[in-house]
Nanobody
Framework: QVQLVESGGGLVQAGGSLRLSCAAS????????MGWFRQAPGKERAFVAA????????YYGDSVKGRFTISRDNAKNTVYQQMNSLKPEDAAVYFC???????????????????WGQGTQVTVSS
């Protein structure tokens, strides 16, 4: 069982930045592909970004490309998401997730991920 705890959410003005962190509870963190998803009220959970455990390759949803950056520190069992140039439409609860299969092809659908954090709220004022 992997426990994930997100932090770093909050209220920011449009155009501002936030950095989310997700700390994992176990040392097998490095075996997992890691992802960030978000869910706004009334909407389905949507893929934001993911990072491959094999080579550190990163993948992004179209709406965040060029603005968000996912990274990981295996020594700290932590994955990060730097979010720049935030827009009101980025407001959502952001979830960290772990895919224990750690396939070379990173998954972008929520169902492929095995473990989830509790989420952290990001609010963007216009």
């Amino acid at each position: 069982q992997v426990q994930l705890v997100e932090s770093g959410g909050g209220l920011v003005q449009a155009g501002g930045s936030l950095r989310l962190s997700c700390a994992a509870s176990v040392g097998t963190f490095s075996n997992n592909n890691m992802g960030w998803f978000r869910q706004a009220p009334g909407k389905e959970r949507a893929f934001v970004a993911a990072i491959n455990r094999h080579n550190g390759n990163t993948y992004y949803g179209d709406s965040v490309k060029g603005r968000f950056t996912i990274s990981r520190d295996n020594a700290k069992n932590t994955v990060y998401q730097q979010m720049n140039s935030l827009k009101p439409e980025d407001a959502a609860v952001y979830f960290c997730a772990a895919d224990r299969r750690g396939s070379l092809a990173v998954a972008t659908t929520p169902g492929a991920y095995d473990y989830w954090g509790q989420g952290t709220q990001v609010t963007v004022s216009s």
